[in-house]
T-cell receptor, first 115, second 112 residues
Framework: KQEVTQIPAALSVPEGENLVLNCSFTDSAIYNLQWFRQDPGKGLTSLLLIQSSQREQTSGRLNASLDKSSGRSTLYIAASQPGDSATYLCAASFAGGTSYGKLTFGQGTILTVHP | EAGVAQSPRYKIIEKRQSVAFWCNPISGHATLYWYQQILGQGPKLLIQFQNNGVVDDSQLPKDRFSAERLKGVDSTLKIQPAKLEDSAVYLC??????????FGPGTRLTVT
């Protein structure tokens, strides 16, 4: 069964800290992996998309890595700010499934950055 | 560029009633997805369209849920009759060839 797991479920850090969110997936045959941010009561905002041929992607203070052989992805947030507080979701598009493009999501990590 | 639009944003109904949700994807995006997100969980795919054809509806409870995308643009998702366990946020997403998915704000459904 193709599954995505995120650890930790919740994380609280002081402002300014660098932090890492973890995502693991059970099948190394993926098309891509996408990281999203979700604010309370809102939809999902795409942060970074890593294609299967890539090792990492960067956008501003965010860096996401992909290691297919170990079934892991990490989202690194530098110099965290209170505005980064949200739920972070990772999702994988697995090859060989019933459809190309279907995303399988983790449960999310609830991040709180306190001043 | 306008994002994915969804309506209504909120809906409260009683069990056994019917409800419909509407989605307008990003212009030019051929692929449209409906996801269900239960509180505290990640979204789960219900149905995927490529233009006006269904690609994957394996997780759609077909005895009560239906969806259509008649002209390959807008889509509607219907639930009839609703159950308490259908309370969730219903998210619509769309993608183009790059396969990066863009999500709408969602419709929060409460079934009482």
């Amino acid at each position: 069964k193709q599954e995505v797991t995120q650890i930790p479920a919740a994380l609280s850090v002081p402002e300014g800290e660098n932090l890492v969110l973890n995502c693991s997936f059970t099948d190394s045959a993926i098309y891509n992996l996408q990281w999203f941010r979700q604010d309370p009561g809102k939809g999902l905002t795409s942060l970074l998309l890593i294609q299967s041929s890539q090792r990492e992607q960067t956008s501003g203070r965010l860096n996401a890595s992909l290691d297919k052989s170990s079934g892991r992805s990490t989202l690194y947030i530098a110099a965290s700010q209170p505005g980064d507080s949200a739920t972070y979701l990772c999702a994988a598009s697995f090859a060989g499934g019933t459809s190309y493009g279907k995303l399988t999501f983790g449960q999310g990590t609830i991040l709180t950055v306190h001043p | 560029e306008a994002g994915v639009a969804q309506s209504p944003r909120y809906k409260i109904i009683e069990k056994r009633q019917s409800v419909a949700f509407w989605c307008n994807p990003i212009s030019g995006h051929a692929t449209l997805y409906w996801y269900q997100q239960i509180l505290g969980q990640g979204p789960k795919l219900l149905i995927q369209f490529q233009n006006n054809g269904v690609v994957d509806d394996s997780q759609l409870p077909k005895d009560r849920f239906s969806a259509e995308r008649l002209k390959g643009v807008d889509s509607t998702l219907k639930i009839q009759p609703a159950k308490l366990e259908d309370s969730a946020v219903y998210l619509c997403a769309s993608s183009s060839d790059s396969n990066e998915q863009y999500f709408g704000p969602g419709t929060r459904l409460t079934v009482t």
